[in-house]
């Protein structure tokens, strides 16, 4: 089945592109037409759309879907009533409005087909999307459709939502950014304009024109008052701020800079001795704010701060005397009685009622096999039910339960500023105290020689230190190494993480979801089978809720179906199952119980055996996929990568030892509070640790790590509690990623460097008392663009080689 | 020389313009998505009736 080739494909991959999602098909080729298909998933949305004549949906752009893998959500809680009013936003008779957030838009043709959806149902209207949101706005005749009708239609084609009843989290934020332009906007206004209206006084007036002179200094000032007040003044709030907690940030002399650009302009016109700075006053503002734009176009779509509650369902089925009904999970009480179904995740620690149930409690410790449960046993939230619908009574209320508890850790309440001081502002400190002393040095010698001249060397000092060129160095770096990394699918929380990266000196994995590739496993047979025995391995399997029995049944669910009877079906516990099949005893499971020999050489994967009738056919070798390149990584990285944290047992040691080198510390059985205090204990000997985890289970050691890395295969989906997001195919290019955030940090030195000659110069003019406006005016705006091009130009250089890589 | 103090009243008034027009179209949200608009203009619109049958199919139920 694997060994499908095409040889009209890029030569990098021998295996079939999904025509849906563009993801390499790699268990199973599904086909229509001419068309290959990934999973089920993707074939589905392909026939909804080519049904309703919407195929430009790839003709717009090559693949342009997500994988379909996810388990299909159960969207029955947007029945309830209190749930729907949350939602929606409008409604009369015939006509409502709802606007839900979207993660899976990304690109023209997801655009195209979500404004196309009147299409599939007339009861849709209208539908519009906001892009960088990724939210869509839907309105819909609730007649003919009800909300849980067009959140199952957009699930249908691919495009589920995430539905969250918490308003605020998608409302919060946009304004910043906007506040930000504006402000911006305003500084290069009256940049433009001053600098228009200085020319004349640079130039020379004539004795005749004389009264001009008021007239432009009188302009400037009042097209000064705005940059001073407005865009200028989070600059003041920042710095006093920072000045009554005692610590100096690179605001402090800012501030300084631009108050005594100000007064000195005024004292200047009033005194009629010269045009003053204003100039230098609004571009040195233009450049500053554009500088802190540019370093803000971050990842508005992600967000960066998702908790556990994200991952809860938002409602669940309730039993009680009047029958059963779903309930909001934040109003579950002690002694309800909820009924879980097959793949959700119970929502708050319970009893079970019922005679056994399977639980995974992957999210919850990374152990990959689900566990069982009997009667009365202690299910914690978190916990994922496999198989059999499950009834619980609840002990503890969502907000005191286990899964809670972690979160509740002291490590998410601090603030990442208090653990962290930035390079910028710890430069700016010292910068500010020999630019102080200076200045004071200077006032006694002036004092001693010329006092009138005191206040003006002062003051010219104070401009022209102000330290624009060093304010713009992080921004436009890290701003443009942001882009870099966002081209490779590695999306930093903000700028400052880069620096923090350029720290790293230790590598802590996590195993499930990360090193191997989380739910996907690999399922081969390793023996003879005719389609005749496959079938009978099928239909026995299909009685089995054992993880492992429905890996095998999705692998078999190829093969040709006839009329089959299945008798005498018997499940024994940590050994197999066995039936008889068409008048066939057919029997699959472990070695020891089917009496076979344990294959031993095969240490990559779980075997299931298989016999017919007696006879050894042979078995199916279940693995977990590990994501490739990752030896190639683990060698680059060397010494750096410290160890292995694992929440499953020890049965992958053997595996895992042979990718990871020798130094690397495997430990297994991990909880996530034992993975917080590996980092913790690594990082009190003085280590920098990355974190790299799937953000689940791990989540507190993410957010302990100096840089919490999540890996994750839908960027859109899944965005938890961390500093960076990678996609999995990512992962191999991580330490290229280090190294280009070293190389920033070496490209902002040497911007300091370059600042500080500036610097050099400037104060040279204004110790010796020349700092006419024309120098101020000509100096100040060259040294931000000599910082600002000079360090687009070397990062372009150190990521010249990094290229981007297919979609 | 009159005129060169005219100049600069029109050329600042209308400077003045640019920037109300600037920031009317930062409040009503012309800049909140610069992705969609330029490709929503290049989509061709196909006629409705082209799945009649699947439109009744919706209607009836």
């Given at each position: 089945m694997e060994?499908?080739?095409?040889?009209?494909?890029?030569?990098?991959?021998?295996?079939?592109?999904?025509?849906?999602?563009?993801?390499?098909?790699?268990?199973?080729?599904?086909?229509?037409?001419?068309?290959?298909?990934?999973?089920?998933?993707?074939?589905?949305?392909?026939?909804?759309?080519?049904?309703?004549?919407?195929?430009?949906?790839?003709?717009?752009?090559?693949?342009?879907?997500?994988?379909?893998?996810?388990?299909?959500?159960?969207?029955?809680?947007?029945?309830?009533?209190?749930?729907?009013?949350?939602?929606?936003?409008?409604?009369?008779?015939?006509?409502?409005?709802?606007?839900?957030?979207?993660?899976?838009?990304?690109?023209?043709?997801?655009?195209?087909?979500?404004?196309?959806?009147?299409?599939?149902?007339?009861?849709?209207?209208?539908?519009?999307?906001?892009?960088?949101?990724?939210?869509?706005?839907?309105?819909?005749?609730?007649?003919?459709?009800?909300?849980?009708?067009?959140?199952?239609?957009?699930?249908?084609?691919?495009?589920?939502?995430?539905?969250?009843?918490?308003?605020?989290?998608?409302?919060?934020?946009?304004?910043?950014?906007?506040?930000?332009?504006?402000?911006?906007?305003?500084?290069?206004?009256?940049?433009g304009n001053i600098m228009l209206l200085s020319f004349p006084e640079y130039l020379g007036l004539a004795e005749t024109e004389q009264q001009f002179k008021w007239i432009f200094s009188l302009l400037n000032i009042a097209l000064s008052l705005p940059v001073v007040f407005y865009s200028a003044w989070d600059y003041f709030t920042s710095a006093w701020k920072s000045f009554r907690i005692r610590q100096i940030n690179l605001d402090v002399p800012l501030a300084i800079g631009i108050a005594a650009l100000f007064l000195r302009s005024l004292y200047d016109i009033y005194m009629g001795t010269g045009p003053g700075y204003l100039d230098s006053l609004a571009g040195l503002l233009f450049f500053l704010l554009t500088g802190r734009w540019f370093q803000n176009l971050t990842y508005e779509n992600l967000a960066f701060d998702r908790d556990y509650k994200a991952f809860f369902p938002l409602a669940v089925s309730v039993e009680s005397d009047q029958g059963i009904s779903t309930s909001l999970v934040v109003n579950l009480q002690k002694d309800h009685v909820m009924l879980v179904r097959n793949q959700e995740i119970v929502p708050a620690d319970s009893d079970l009622l019922d005679e056994e149930a399977l639980v995974d409690y992957s999210f919850v410790t990374g152990e990959a096999?689900?566990?069982?449960?009997?009667?009365?046993?202690?299910?914690?939230?978190?916990?994922?039910?496999?198989?059999?619908?499950?009834?619980?009574?609840?002990?503890?209320?969502?907000?005191?339960?286990?899964?809670?508890?972690?979160?509740?850790?002291?490590?998410?309440?601090?603030?990442?500023?208090?653990?962290?001081?930035?390079?910028?502002?710890?430069?700016?400190?010292?910068?500010?105290w020999v630019i102080l002393s200076l200045a004071v040095g200077s006032a006694i010698f002036w004092y001693l020689n010329d006092a009138s001249q005191v206040w003006l060397v002062v003051s010219s000092i104070l401009i022209v230190a102000c330290p624009c060129a060093l304010a713009l160095s992080a921004p436009f770096t890290y701003g443009n190494m942001l882009r870099v990394f966002g081209n490779h699918h590695f999306y930093l929380k903000n700028a400052d993480v880069i620096e923090r990266m350029a720290q790293v000196d230790g590598i802590v994995f996590d195993k499930t979801g990360t090193i191997t590739n989380g739910s996907a496993a690999t399922v081969s047979f390793k023996g003879q089978l005719n389609d005749g025995e496959q079938e009978l391995i099928r239909a026995l399997t299909a009685g089995s809720a054992h993880p492992l029995s429905t890996l095998i049944h999705r692998h078999l669910e190829g093969v040709p179906q006839g009329a089959v009877t299945l008798n005498g079906f018997n499940e024994v516990p940590g050994a197999g199952v066995e039936g008889m099949v068409n008048g066939h005893h057919v029997r699959i499971g472990s070695g020891a119980w089917l009496g076979m020999e344990e294959i031993t050489t095969d240490v990559q994967s779980t075997r299931v055996y298989a016999s017919i009738d007696g006879i050894p056919k042979g078995y199916f070798a279940i693995g977990s996929r590990q994501r490739p390149g990752l030896s190639e990584l683990l060698q680059k990285l060397g010494k750096k990568s410290l160890a292995l944290l694992s929440g499953d047992n020890t049965g992958d040691r053997e595996r895992m030892s042979a990718i990871f080198p020798q130094e690397t510390e495997l430990r297994f059985n991990q909880g996530p509070q034992e993975k917080l205090d590996y980092i913790r204990q690594q990082q009190d000997n003085g280590r920098h640790v990355m974190m790299i985890g799937d953000g689940l289970n791990d989540s507190g050691a993410l957010k302990q790590s100096h840089v919490g890395v999540a890996v994750t295969d839908d960027t859109g989906f899944f965005t938890p509690s961390c500093d960076a997001i990678l996609q999995g195919s990512q992962l191999p290019a991580l330490s290229e990623f280090l190294q280009l955030a070293r190389q920033a940090s070496t490209i902002v030195k040497l911007c300091f460097i370059i600042s500080f000659l500036y610097n050099v110069v400037g104060l040279s003019f204004a110790i010796s008392g020349h700092l006419t406006p024309l120098v101020a005016a000509i100096l100040m705006p060259a040294s931000s663009i000599t910082v600002v091009s000079f360090t687009s130009a070397a990062v372009w250089f150190v990521s010249r080689n990094f290229q981007r890589p297919r979609k | 020389m009159i005129i060169v103090g005219f100049l600069i009243g029109v050329s600042l008034t209308i400077a003045l313009v640019f920037l109300g027009i600037f920031i009317w179209s930062m409040r009503s949200g012309q800049y909140d998505d610069t992705y969609a608009p330029p490709l929503r203009m290049l989509f061709d619109d196909k006629p409705v009736e082209e799945n009649k049958a699947e439109n009744k199919a919706d209607n009836t139920r």
């Open positions: 060994s499908v080739t095409t040889t009209n494909l890029a030569p990098v991959t021998n295996k079939l592109a999904c025509y849906h999602c563009g993801q390499p098909c790699e268990d199973e080729v599904l086909k229509v037409d001419d068309k290959s298909f990934c999973c089920l998933g993707c074939k589905t949305v392909f026939e909804i759309l080519s049904e309703n004549n919407l195929g430009d949906y790839y003709k717009l752009q090559s693949a342009p879907g997500q994988q379909q893998l996810r388990p299909s959500t159960n969207f029955e809680f947007l029945d309830n009533e209190e749930v729907r009013q949350k939602l929606i936003e409008f409604e009369s008779e015939g006509y409502a409005k709802v606007t839900l957030t979207v993660p899976a838009i990304h690109c023209a043709s997801c655009l195209w087909l979500l404004e196309n959806l009147y299409r599939i149902n007339r009861n849709i209207f209208r539908t519009e999307v906001n892009f960088p949101r990724k939210r869509v706005t839907l309105f819909f005749n609730p007649k003919g459709i009800d909300l849980k009708g067009v959140v199952q239609l957009l699930d249908k084609i691919g495009y589920p939502p995430h539905i969250t009843l918490n308003a605020q989290e998608e409302q919060q934020r946009p304004s910043y950014n906007k506040k930000l332009l504006l402000k911006l906007g305003v500084a290069a206004f009256a940049f096999r689900p566990v069982l449960r009997r009667r009365g046993e202690h299910v914690y939230a978190g916990g994922r039910i496999v198989g059999k619908p499950a009834r619980l009574m609840v002990t503890r209320r969502v907000s005191q339960g286990h899964l809670t508890s972690l979160w509740n850790n002291e490590v998410f309440r601090k603030s990442d500023e208090s653990r962290y001081k930035r390079m910028i502002d710890r430069t700016a400190t010292r910068f500010t | -």
